[in-house]
């Protein structure tokens, strides 16, 4: 149940101007839910935590939805069935953070350099068909547009990448 506060004032900075004022706990427990049924479907597991103090951020939910499915999409092609995929929702001051780490590969140091570049494809052998160099390239764009940044590395936890997407609440 989420209660709805009658008043309340939004400064909504220029480059959010096409943001809406969202319920961010049913986005991240309806993308958890997705992300579960994807995990099962790849043989993987994965573990949603979502720990949020604020009802409400001021974003793109169309964007917001495509970029945490990106990310779960990588990790889900490049972890191997019986491999894990973690995925924490937070927040950090006024920042979302969506960081999800996997037990595929990792990230080479050129790819944790280029990953975001348009068109970059990374290592070709584990390039699929369906994989044009566009994802994470659409990630950082959003993450830019919504004050905000990507970062990739490797998960020292888990052995495979990382990802963490940062954006700006208010």
Same mark, same amino acid.
């Not at 905000?148 to 490797?154: A, E, F, M, V």
């Given at each position: 149940?989420?209660?709805? !506060?009658s008043?309340?004032? @939004?400064?909504?900075?220029?480059?959010?101007?096409?943001?809406?004022y969202?319920?961010i706990?049913s986005?991240?427990?309806s993308f958890?839910?997705?992300?579960?049924?994807?995990?099962a479907?790849?043989g993987?597991s994965i *573990?949603?935590?979502i720990?949020l103090?604020?009802?409400?951020? @001021?974003?793109?939910?169309q964007?917001l939805? !495509?970029?945490w499915?990106?990310?779960l999409?990588?990790a889900?092609?490049? *972890?191997p069935?019986?491999g894990?995929?973690a995925?924490? @929702? *937070?927040?950090?001051g006024?920042?979302l953070?969506?960081?999800?780490?996997?037990?595929g590969?990792?990230?080479t140091e050129e790819?944790i350099r280029?990953?975001p570049?348009q068109?970059?494809?990374?290592d !070709?052998?584990?390039n699929?068909?369906?994989?044009?160099?566009?994802g994470?390239?659409?990630?950082q764009?959003?993450?830019?547009?919504?004050?905000?940044?990507? @970062?990739?590395s490797?998960?020292?936890?888990?052995?495979?990448?990382?990802?963490?997407?940062?954006i700006? *609440?208010?």
């Amino acid at each position: 149940i989420f209660v709805y !506060r009658s008043q309340f004032h @939004i400064s909504v900075p220029a480059y959010k101007s096409s943001g809406k004022y969202m319920g961010i706990h049913s986005i991240s427990e309806s993308f958890a839910e997705n992300a579960r049924v994807m995990a099962a479907a790849g043989g993987q597991s994965i *573990t949603v935590v979502i720990s949020l103090v604020s009802d409400y951020i @001021i974003s793109d939910r169309q964007m917001l939805l !495509r970029a945490w499915e990106n990310l779960l999409d990588n990790a889900s092609q490049y *972890t191997p069935k019986g491999g894990n995929i973690a995925v924490k @929702i *937070t927040e950090d001051g006024d920042m979302l953070c969506f960081q999800i780490e996997d037990s595929g590969p990792g990230f080479t140091e050129e790819d944790i350099r280029r990953g975001p570049e348009q068109f970059y494809q990374g290592d !070709r052998s584990r390039n699929s068909k369906s994989h044009y160099g566009m994802g994470l390239f659409i990630v950082q764009s959003f993450a830019r547009q919504q004050g905000g940044k990507l @970062i990739l590395s490797n998960s020292d936890s888990r052995k495979g990448a990382c990802v963490r997407l940062e954006i700006c *609440t208010k």
